[in-house]
């Protein structure tokens, strides 16, 4: 019952936020150079057919009014009508959106995968060569560009090595999880660099408390002492990190989806821009902001199901 509440509250929380984050992109999708009347009409269409398209698409009301048929087609779930495809916006992002999504999912996965074992073996040989190997091959993951690193492993497992495919999104949940694993890799070491780093000094910190010497005077065994006493209470920070850099891989899929051709938002959002679709990048928008405010939402849930001394009341 209490996280229901805490869950309605925070819904309801969110809408003032989603309300200013559909002014700040109705605003700068204005100032953009370029018209979208004239980019499908082309250089050949008259004044007259240029102003009859504004008209019919509605550019040429004003800005406010503009701005509130643009809520009310948020409102209704439509978030409006494509320019340049005609359809409404829902359809249209709903259809990019599984890609994306999957992507986002399988590299947060994979990024708990390499995380856990990784961090807690580190801490536990703190400062031997185990240690140092993985601090540096983390570091040097994170020291190349996402684009960069992708390329490497296309050229690697892609054409060297013909392992994993390099574009496309499969047929199938297995065919979906295969061709997305270089680039959910890619987003995944990427992720790890930070989250091993966090969890692994958290997990230095914590078997120093006196709880842990307790836990092992009454016997427990290392593994056990490790397992539920320490990794527990060290994940809240490396929970925050996780979150935060997940928020950011939303934004940032735009990169990898054009280095692998996937069909996701990202792709949809980059040809919208540059065909001025305003009801589409305005959804979009509206749609990766829920996104990260979901993330943040998840997470608060997450200490509390990790930490007990923390309650969300």
């Known amino acids: 019952m209490i996280v229901l509440r805490f869950v309605l509250l925070r819904l309801i929380q ?25 980019l499908l009409i082309g250089a050949r269409g008259s ?15 004003p800005l406010w009014q503009q701005y509130l048929t643009f809520l009310g087609d948020m409102a209704n779930g439509s978030f409006g009508q494509s320019i340049t495809q005609r359809r409404p916006v829902a359809t249209v992002v709903l259809e990019r959106l599984p ?26 040989r703190r400062n031997s060569w185990i240690d140092f190997a993985i601090k540096a091959v983390f570091v040097v993951a994170m020291s190349m560009p996402p684009f960069w690193l992708g390329v490497l ?40 660099a930070l989250t091993i780093r966090s969890l692994r ?30 990794l527990r209470n060290s994940l809240i920070s490396t929970i925050s990190v996780l979150s935060v ?39 979009l928008t509206v749609t990766f902001a829920a996104l990260v405010m979901l993330i943040s939402l998840i997470t608060d849930v997450a200490y509390a199901a990790v930490d007990p001394r923390i309650r969300l009341e």
Do not use: C
């Open 14 to 38: 969110m809408i003032p936020a989603l309300i200013g984050i559909t002014i700040v992109a109705f605003l700068l999708l204005r100032v953009l150079p370029g018209d979208p009347a004239s």
């Open 47 to 61: 004044t007259e057919e240029v102003e009859a398209l504004r008209h019919q698409l509605g550019l040429d009301a």
């Open 99 to 124: 890609p994306t999504l999957v992507l986002i999912a399988y590299s947060t996965v994979l990024a708990i995968i390499l995380t856990v074992p990784l961090a807690m073996l580190a801490a536990v």
């Open 153 to 192: 492993l296309i050229l690697l497992f892609g054409l060297k090595f013909p392992i994993f495919p390099v574009s496309g999104y499969g047929e199938g949940v297995f065919g979906h999880l295969w061709h997305l694993f270089l680039p959910a890799f890619v987003i995944a070491l990427g992720t790890a």
């Open 201 to 230: 000094s958290s997990i230095i910190a914590v078997r120093t408390a006196d709880f842990i010497d307790t836990a092992r005077a009454k016997g427990l065994p290392e593994n056990a002492v490790l397992r539920r006493h320490v």
């Open 245 to 283: 850099h997940t928020s950011w891989i939303i934004g940032g899929t735009v990169v990898i989806e054009a280095v692998f051709a996937l069909p996701g938002v990202g792709d949809l959002l980059v040809t919208s821009i540059f065909t001025r679709d305003y009801p589409v990048v305005q959804g």
